[in-house]
């Protein structure tokens, strides 16, 4: 076999939303920061497109990539890369890159705690692992502090007229909407309606509110839209279903652990939940997330939570992806069938 390039990759899901994990055949792109690096990434899109593009990628696929770490805390750094988006965090890709350096060997495993810092472009990420038998069984994840933006305001959408919607961050920027006042249900034959409409009120989102964070002004857009269900309360605190619309057109496999980290940031601004409360979000496919309260904060002034998800995370399998010199789609491609326009 003949190639270009070799780049090596330990696949893995977190509750059914892949994450895989670059591990080998990258050199760290260049920046000071964490952040300089994401956006070098996001800029030249070299790497982004032989992942994600088909035919090695496809909207369906996240991928991580491990670089040494700048915060002199963490253990280990990542770099997502999401379809559209290279963001600042992500529940689902921190349980898969914590689980791969764990389960794989890269980083020690102890019994039956191991305790990591993961350095995300957003922020320092602090995990604890319940491990048994050489395997990471859960994985616990602090967050990036997370608070609610707008609260209960207009959104005209076409097809819909004016609906009434949130925003917060929860180490990505989400417009959230209530199901019940749509008239819709997460359920797994509605994932396409869902992904479309999603995409849809994002886009509507970001021409008629948009989003600034307080304290990195170069994330200024709103990534997803989050579909939340009816709140239950639990002896812990309360659960919940929800879906999470992601760019081109997909529903998040997982309960989507910004998304849930988001959403205990806007019940804590709306007195729906406080500290130490528990919120179990389980997905369009019914898996789940545990999010916590830790405790309360600012961000530049600005009320915010520190909150917590736990979820699993499997390995699923290793690649070595190669590009021939004689392909005639180095960078891959995408066409609208499933990318969309």
């Known amino acids: 076999m ?4 070799t780049i090596h ?3 893995a899901h977190a509750e059914g939303e892949v994450g895989d994990v670059i591990v080998g055949g990258v050199t760290p792109p260049p920046g000071n920061t964490l952040w300089e690096q994401r956006s070098f990434i996001e800029q030249d899109k070299t790497l982004r497109n032989f992942m994600l593009n088909e035919p090695r990628g ?6 991580n990539l491990l670089v040494p770490p700048k915060h002199p805390d963490a253990d280990a750094a990542f770099i997502i890369m999401e379809p559209e988006d290279t963001p600042p965090m992500s529940g689902s890709n921190s349980i898969c890159v914590s689980t791969v350096l764990l389960d794989s060997g890269i980083l020690p495993m102890q019994e039956p705690y191991t305790d ?3 350095e995300a472009p957003g922020g320092l990420v602090y995990v604890r692992a319940e491990c048994r038998d050489g395997k990471a069984q859960r994985i616990f994840v602090q967050n990036v502090p997370s608070f609610a933006d707008k609260i209960n305001v207009p959104l005209k959408v076409e097809g819909l007229g004016t609906i009434m919607v949130d925003t917060a961050y929860g180490g990505d920027s989400f417009v959230i909407v209530d199901t019940q006042s749509l008239g819709l249900e997460i359920v797994e034959s509605e994932a396409k309606n869902l992904a479309q409409l999603g995409v849809k009120i ?8 948009g989003f600034t964070h307080p304290t990195n002004p170069n994330w200024k857009h709103i990534s997803f839209c989050a579909f939340c269900g009816p709140l239950e309360t639990t002896e812990k605190g309360l659960r919940s279903k929800s879906a999470v619309a992601i760019q081109p057109g997909k529903i998040d496999r997982s309960p989507t652990g910004t998304a849930v980290s988001a959403r205990m940031a806007l019940m804590h601004a709306k007195g729906l939940m406080t500290t130490g409360q528990e919120l179990m979000a389980t997905s369009i496919i019914g898996s789940q997330f545990n999010g916590k309260i830790i405790e309360t904060t600012q961000v530049n002034g600005h009320p915010a939570v520190i909150p917590q998800i ?3 995370g499997w390995i699923t399998g290793t690649h070595q992806h190669m590009l021939d010199p004689d392909d005639p789609w180095p960078e891959g ?3 609208s069938d499933t990318w969309g326009a």
């Open 2 to 5: 003949r190639s270009r390039k």
């Open 9 to 11: 990759v330990i696949s």
């Open 58 to 63: 496809g909207v369906f696929r996240h991928v």
């Open 116 to 118: 990591i810092v993961l």
């Open 202 to 209: 994002t886009n509507a989102a970001n021409e008629q509110l």
């Open 310 to 312: 736990s979820g699993r």
């Open 333 to 335: 491609y995408k066409l």
